[in-house]
């Protein structure tokens, strides 16, 4: 057993099969699990697209799961036979074993904040009475289930501290159970909250209840897969059952709107955002009138009745909201909206567009604490109330700056910093001073003195500048030699930006480059960059990476038989269409938890949400695009593909398994090379959030093992410890 996954033998792998090839890893045939042909075909516009596979998107069915566990045998048999994969298992542990931190949150006196020991399997919630207090533990999923897979990716306290609003996610999915948890004696109340997703939990001032977004109770068989429609604002107040919970907000006329519920920190208003696909939202608003009795709220009021721009809530004066938009600005301004004036003619710019992309605002006291992106890495600019420059932060390198947590009231900001090199260090930040310091830091069993990491830039394919973060043994040759792993994603306004990663440590440790690529259709320039790699552009972000790839091989780095590529969800897509446009540029492949199906991908869970960035299949121009890169309908029968690793989950329900599973089927029936393409299906795991850290170290231990086999990196090759 690995994982929990039986693994049967070859002799059923042999029966039937339908290709055999070589593993290079011990040259004896590699047969693939035979996977049925249908006749199923759909008609686009006039095109007819065969989709053979269109079984193995159910993944509950009796013939999927054959195929499954025939899968994973013969991927499990081959991982097992790389010498090298024990060893990295073994370091990966000793990397991965130091303690992790989340920035605290404070309500009323006490302090919050999860912790890692190093090997728990899920990060634990602490509180403190007081900052230098003794902290206790209020909450360990840990102890929640045998086999660590059950997730806390929502926590939120009462404004007196009093009570705590959380979330259970199993198994990696995205659909959560809010709980009240009373924070004096640890023991949960009656509460339970089903069938909720993609939603905070927002406490009135008055700490008797709170905000939330849930669906309609799907249907249990398919609830993993099914779309999801007509979000819900709903009201919960304590104690009670969740049939008493008050409708707030819904619209059944338009059934694929996200939508969600925010009280701002005076408890005056309720401020909703709804999001019909990306992040363009409309905005609305409800007087609280008195926020000890939010009973007597008054009626949802529109303040932004149009899907043109982002808009951010950082903060109000009173009925004069301040928002971060790209309203007229791609890279972002702040700007300030009287709630009684709210014709646009009145807003207010109080921070102007500048150079570089305004990623986020805070308030502490009377400032605006202002992230950038500056060139794909973090600075961060301080200004008054009126938008005067007040002044710049000093920081320890190129790195970045996530996890912003703090009161307007309370005058401090915790955050995190991290780099290529450094694990993330917490930090306070005081308004009245102006000061930076170290609030908690971790120790981690790795070197980074003899590394470093530099910024180039490429071009692409049409003449778009683009940088590429280079991470590296000091004083490298550059002769083209050096295995190196290539990443990307590309997509929905999502930024790739200097991030310690323990994976990326042991790569290094072997002498391996890490390199990551800033695409179009990210967010690291602004919102007129995100745009240029979606939909009809959709082809730039593909042109991006494989600049970036040959950039590597221009410049030294590495050639096409040492160079590893490998992205996830959107970037799972990227390395599919790459794989198909430029099989010989790269050593091996492991495209992760994809959306390979561009015809489909929209008929399930939150895919409609997706359109915006992608397009449709129901559009004829948009089908045309997508059909043109689509990762599986551009496999060539035939066609000689590197080595290929394919990551997914049985769990996983926002990029649905059936994608990986139809993309590795096809794969394999096309493959006419030597080169092994094979699928690593997780069990009782999702999309990648709260995935126990076992199965963590035992994913990255295969990836590795699979891509230093591939690249030639030594198997004997004694880790520095």
Known sequence: MMHGIPLIGVAVLVTGAVAAVMSSSDQRPLRYPPARKSEQADDYHGVKVRDPYRWLEDPDSAETRQWVQAENALTFDYLRRLPIRDRLRVRLTELWNYPRYSPPFREGPRYFFFR??????????????SLEGPARVLLDPNTMSADGTVAVPTASASDDGELLGYGLARAGSDWEQFRVRDVSNGHDLADELQWVKFSAISWTKDDRGFYYSRFPEPDEQTSLRQANHDHKIYYHVVGTAQDRDRLIYARPDEPRWLMGAEVTEDGRYALLSFHQAGEKNRVAYIDLKDPQRPEVAGRVVDLIDRFEASYRLIGNDGPVFYFRTDLDAPRGRVVAIDVNHPEPSRWKTIIAEAQDTLESVDLVRDQFVALYLHNAYSRVSVFDLSGKHVRDWALPGLGTISGFSGKRAD?????????????PTIYRYDAKTGRSSVFRESQIKFDPSPYQTEQIWVASKDGTRLPVFVTHRRGIKLDGSHPTYLTGYGGFNISLTPHFSVAAAMWLEHGGVYALANLRGGGEFGETWHQAGTKLHKQNVFDDFLAAAEGLIHQGYTSPKKLAISGGSNGGLLIGAVLNQRPDLFACAVPMVGVMDMLRFHKFTI??????????SDDPEQFKALYAYSP???????????????LTADHDDRVVPGHSFKYAATLQAAQAGPSPILIRIETQAGHGGGKPTTKLIDEQADVWAFSMHHLGIDPMYDTPH
Request: charged content about 15%; glycine content about 12%; cysteine-free.
């Open 116 to 129: 890692n020991d190093g090997l728990q399997n899920q990060h634990v919630l602490y509180v403190q009475e």
């Open 411 to 423: 005058g401090e900001l915790f955050y995190d910093f991290t780099s290529f090199l450094h694990p």
């Open 607 to 616: 895919g409609h949400n997706w359109v915006e960035d992608y397009g449709s």
């Open 632 to 646: 599986l309908h551009n496999i060539k029968p035939g066609g000689h593909y590197p080595p290929t690793l394919i």
